[in-house]
């Protein structure tokens, strides 16, 4: 079993209300540091196997229609050990 | 006339949208999620809800749903269809209307009367308002803000294509305070505010919302 | 350790078994040995253990619950009492209403959201188990301080857990309470109502009968949800390697459960079932054995065909899950191939994993193998039944005794600080912060919500037949005087039914209390119990239904009694229902009801840190009478609110800004008194001067003392030489909810 | 300026209706290489510099307080070039 990570964030463009609630929260709770807060999704998915190049562009096309919308988000596909 | 109502697991309002679809003076049928034949009806509605759960992004999974595959090939030639909520959300993942409805500012579900103007009486869905009219309806999202690129912005506004537009305070951070759109050639509209509830004072803020639906009957008519 | 069977504990008597840390006592553990001829299998003494716990078997409260039964008024619109799921009243034209609350306290204190999305999930499979529709629910809720940083915690979750599901539901949130009390840090209640319809013929009980029958699972795959406590049996059944980590935590699943409804509704209106049980606390454990015990008792159930989220699930554990939205049906064998279908239309996974028979015990195999054996009522409805010491709380005479000391206004500046500073404290705040995270138009047949004094949906769109449903609960009240505090509370809550126009009709209600072992919080619920049976009896409301929530304490201090009770009431015209507050200036105000000084109780009191003196006494004879001028003088009233917690002071601070129509009212005697006291018994109405004289006349003829109290119209809100700017109000009422919680 | 991510998922033994969702989807699509998919957040914080040991500490401690509800969650924190 291998595990592929999608990782999904908003175009930096967008904007993006839960990282500003996060980051406005942060400060609050004594934690000064962060310049600034972003929130994205995570999936991890399981597959049978070490992932072919094959799968791996198939997930590609499955974040491109599905998991992400290309409008307003962006997407990384790698495989986790 | 036939008005389909589509109902998707998660559907809420379909019910509604039929009541109103009836007291507009219309026929109602109700269409299934699976069922890719759309039993020759003149308009098209998506109604308010949480299709699928709504997990993921709303709309996400239902626009691939067999009887979107039927709206989005009909819709490209003219069919009239109204998105409401959630149905604007699908209409968005489906590439119909632009941009995409994301998670309110305030990062809470809001329900309440709100107040839109109505900017575009040419689509297929708002011919039968005064142009600029303020009406009272009900608003009730959790992700309703509308976000799009500059360019798309640019032209949704230069397009005249911006249907209705949120009065006083900004409700969930839209851009340019967008509460619906059409497509360039006018049968397709999203809205997000609920037109459906607010066609009777007893259980509405108004009766504003009629008028939605008595539009697509005068515009079918006048073919 | 293998796999534990009824053959093993036939011929292992001996051994040990870990009954104390599943709850049970050893006495309770004889008897189930009694009861069975020999030791109980591992997954026996599960069934046992959850089932004959306090939450399932009501072994605290059954002696005193029993007087609802006795003392039950005569009443032609019971169709179903108390023991099904929830009751059932016949509300005329055919038409069926069913509703009940019930508590999910303490999981929402642990995670809000899911706590209390799951509360909601499981009250309205309640109701979706008497065959109805559900078309609405109500929420009262009771936090810790407002200002504590657990609150802050806890109410945001909650809410947000309460709409996040009941939203995606579809199903309107038509009211609810919230309240705050130091006793509920820690102890947040989280209480839910549900309330749904059907016709008089689609009622569905939880009974298996007719052997051959299938027992059929439907809804959501089981996984190791809610099952913290079993896990004792499952580390003895694995051994060593021990099992995979089991949630404390139930995650709720609304999108499965609006589909299970849908689909359940489907399956009911083709009558495809013989009986049908939710899966709610206890899980399979419960709905077996009381679908068995509903019927004739037999019943036999193959474990391993239970569809499993997690495979590592063992029997013991599969048994007490409490994974959310399933259900359990009893089918004929030729209407499943139908139920299968309906089934795969809504994608709802669903099996068969047993048959009733014509014998008497329940049983239950794992791979062919026996390993639970018993007669399924003395799981699910012979519990062991406790008549547990109680005694007056030592500290309550005095405490009834004390001479309040609060400091009241007497200047007008000073009453004008006193209406700002009551009507923006928490507890009388506007609460639309919360409501607006709530659908209240969903279903389109919402007639009334949030802030209106009751919940009203219309249930029939063509002959405009509506319901009305008001939850109250003064535990300051009952606090001071329990016995008086559930009348009291009955009476809000039937009061709150009729100034809406409807006629009360039936009672359900949640009893949240500390814990039963301490005698002084028993005499607290004996008190109650006794209050509240004596008041519907008076009253002539059948109660139908409801929930008992013990041990919420921290150390040592109970939470205060907070008998939640709701009422229900019919209205033959929902274009007649009757609003809150007025939408036009020049209408005539008056006050019905008499007001002396009841501030024990109060609020004013509570926001001065005083929690004695004596309650008021209930009057139930004039509330009825009240009730009865309400309802006769509807045609007369332009509007309606009653005056409660808060005193007068809230009901003119909410009926003026609801319109955003102002008031002018002069009161007689002391205005401190006549402001803040909380006397029960009391409604301000608005009516045009011409119809004055006949509300005056009707009045006279029900002996309710009326007071003309003023005149609507104006921005601002003026008593006496006091004048309020709407504005200013508003601001303070308004401001306190955003400025707590974002 | 570092990139600080915060990735949490619920624990494996609760019910992740999101997941599930996207997981029964993906094969109506065609996509039949998931054996299984769970769907988790992703934070992004933007630091100044490269972060300290002190800081990613401090980061952990935001994440078990905010970011994540350690009833329900767990969380890696990592630094992303
Ligand atoms: N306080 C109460 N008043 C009246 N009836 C009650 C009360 N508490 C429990 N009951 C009744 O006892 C029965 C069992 O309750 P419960 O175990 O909570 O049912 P369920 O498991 O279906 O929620 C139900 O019929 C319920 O209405
Ligand atoms: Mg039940």
């Known amino acids: 079993m291998a595990k592929i990570v999608v990782d999904v964030m908003l175009k930096p463009e967008i904007l993006d209300p839960q990282g500003q609630a996060v980051g406005a929260a942060l400060p609050r709770l004594g934690f000064t540091f962060a310049q600034s807060v972003r929130q994205g999704k995570r999936f991890e998915i399981e597959v049978e196997g070490d992932p072919t190049p094959a799968q791996l562009a198939e997930i590609s096309k499955a974040a491109e229609t599905l998991l992400a919308n290309p409008v307003i988000e962006t997407f990384v596909v790698r495989v986790e050990k | ?223 | 350790m293998a796999l534990d069977t009824v053959a093993i504990a036939s011929t292992t008597p001996d051994q040990v078994q870990p009954f104390a840390e599943l709850g049970l006592k050893g006495d309770e553990y004889q008897r189930i040995r009694e009861i069975l001829g020999r030791r109980p299998s591992s997954s026996e003494l599960a069934m046992y253990s959850v089932m004959w716990s306090e939450h399932c078997s009501y072994k605290s409260s059954k002696v005193h619950l029993r007087q609802f039964g006795e003392k039950a008024p005569k009443s032609d619109a019971l169709l179903v009492g108390i023991g099904e799921n929830a009751g059932v009243v016949d509300v005329g034209q055919g038409y069926a209403v069913t509703f009940k609350i019930e508590s999910h306290n303490h999981p929402s204190f642990i995670e809000p959201y899911q706590g209390a999305a799951t509360g909601i999930g499981g009250i309205v499979r309640d109701i979706l188990t008497m065959g109805a529709r559900p078309i609405a629910v109500m929420d009262p809720l009771r936090f810790g301080p407002a200002d504590a940083p657990d609150t802050r915690r806890v109410l945001p979750g909650v809410i947000a857990g309460i709409g996040g599901y009941g939203n995606c539901l579809g199903l309107p949130n038509i009211g609810g309470e919230i309240i705050f009390d130091q006793t509920y840090a820690g102890n947040p209640l989280v209480n839910a109502l549900c309330v749904g319809v059907m016709r008089h013929e689609q009622i569905k009980l939880a009974k298996a009968s007719g052997p051959g029958n299938l027992v059929v699972l439907f809804g959501a795959k089981t996984g190791g949800d809610g099952i913290g406590g079993v896990s004792v049996l499952a580390s003895e059944t694995f051994g060593a390697s021990g099992p995979a980590k089991r949630p404390s935590v139930q995650v709720g699943d609304p999108f499965t459960e609006k589909v299970l409804i849908e689909c359940s509704l489907e399956i009911f209106a083709e009558d495809l079932v013989v009986g049908i049980q939710d899966l709610g606390g206890a899980g399979l454990s419960c709905a077996t054995s009381e679908l068995a015990s509903g019927g004739s008792g037999g019943m036999e159930v193959e474990l391993e065909k239970v569809p499993l989220r997690d495979p590592s699930l063992s029997p013991e554990e599969i048994l007490m899950s409490e994974s959310q939205e399933r259900m359990c049906a009893i089918v004929e064998p030729s209407k499943i191939a139908r139920f299968l279908e309906i089934c795969e239309k809504w994608d709802v996974t669903v099996t068969v994993i047993g048959k009733v028979t014509d014998g008497d015990r329940l049983i239950i195999t794992w791979h062919g193998e026996v390993i639970v054996d018993v007669p399924p009522r003395t799981v699910a409805h012979e519990g062991p039944v406790y008549n547990r010491p109680m005694a007056k709380p030592g500290y309550l005479d005095q405490l009834n005794a004390k001479v309040l000391d609060i400091p009241m206004p007497k200047n007008n500046p000073e009453i004008k600080a006193a209406i700002l500073k009551l009507m923006s404290s928490a507890n009388m705040a506007d609460k639309s912060w919360v409501t607006a995270q709530y659908d209240k138009y969903v279903q389109g047949n919402t007639i009334q919500s949030q802030p209106q004094d009751s919940g009203m949906v219309r249930i029939d769109e063509n002959t405009h037949l509506g319901v009305a449903i008001s939850t109250d609960a003064n535990a300051s009240w009952s606090y001071l005087n329990p016995y008086e505090g559930a009348k009291l509370a009955l009476a809000e809550a039937a009061r709150n039914i009729a100034t809406a126009g409807a006629k009360p009709l039936a009672v359900t209600n949640c009893l949240n209390f500390g814990s039963p072992e301490d005698p002084a919080v028993m005499w607290q619920f004996a008190e109650t119990v006794r209050g509240l049976a004596d008041g519907c009896l008076e009253m002539g409301l059948p109660v139908t239904g409801g929930n008992v929530s013990f041990y919420n304490q921290t150390g040592d201090v109970a939470i205060l009694p907070t008998p939640i009770i709701g009422v229900l009431g019919v209205i033959q015209d929902v274009r007649t229902h009757m609003p809150m507050s007025f939408d036009v200036a020049d209408l005539e105000l008056y006050l019905l009801g008499e007001t002396r000084a009841d501030l024990a109780g109060s609020q004013w009191a509570y926001l001065h840190n005083e929690r004695g003196g004596q309650a008021p006494l209930a009057h139930l004879k004039n509330e009825m009478s009240l009730i009865d001028l309400l309802l006769e003088s509807q045609s007369l009233c332009n509007a309606r609110h009653d005056v409660s917690q808060g005193g007068l002071t809230a009901t003119l601070t909410e009926m003026v800004l609801e319109n955003n129509i102002g008031a002018t009212v002069t009161l007689e005697g002391d205005l401190a008194t006549a402001l803040l006291s909380e006397t029960p018994g009391r409604v301000v109405v608005a009516v045009h001067k011409e119809k004055a004289q006949p509300l005056i006349a009707l009045a006279s003829k029900h002996k309710i003392a009326i007071t003309r109290i003023g005149d609507t119209g104006g921005k601002s809100l003026t008593i006496n030489d006091v004048a309020l700017e709407l504005n200013e109000l508003r601001a303070a009422f308004t401001g306190t909810f955003p400025k707590l919680f974002g």
């Open chain 2, 1 to 223: 006339m036939k008005v389909g109502v589509v109902t998707f697991p998660g559907s809420l309002d379909d019910q509604d949208a039929a009541r109103a679809v009836r007291f507009a003076g219309a026929t109602p049928v109700s269409l299934w999620h699976r069922d890719s034949d759309l039993h020759g009806v003149d308009a098209v509605i998506l109604p308010g809800g949480f299709s699928y759960g709504d997990y993921l992004r709303c709309g996400a999974i239902s626009r691939f749903a067999p009887v979107m595959t039927s709206i989005i090939e009909q819709a490209k030639s003219g069919l009239p269809v109204l998105g409401i909520c959630n149905g604007f959300q699908i209409l968005c993942e489906s590439h119909l209307l632009p941009g995409a409805l994301t998670r309110n500012q305030g990062l809470h579900f809001l329900c309440g009367p709100q107040k839109i103007r109505i900017e575009n009486t040419t689509s297929a869905w708002t011919s039968n308002f005064v142009q600029n009219r303020e009406i009272v309806i009900p608003l009730k999202n959790g992700e309703g803000s509308f976000q799009c690129d500059d360019s798309t912005l640019a032209q949704l506004e230069s397009e005249g294509r911006v249907i209705a537009r949120y009065m006083g305070e900004n409700p969930n951070g839209s851009r340019n305070l967008i509460a619906g759109i059409t497509n360039a050639r006018g049968n397709v509209v999203g809205i997000m505010p609920h037109p459906e509830h607010a066609i009777d004072s007893l259980t509405g803020p108004s009766t504003d919302g009629l008028a939605f639906f008595t539009s697509v009957l005068n515009s079918l008519v006048g073919k």
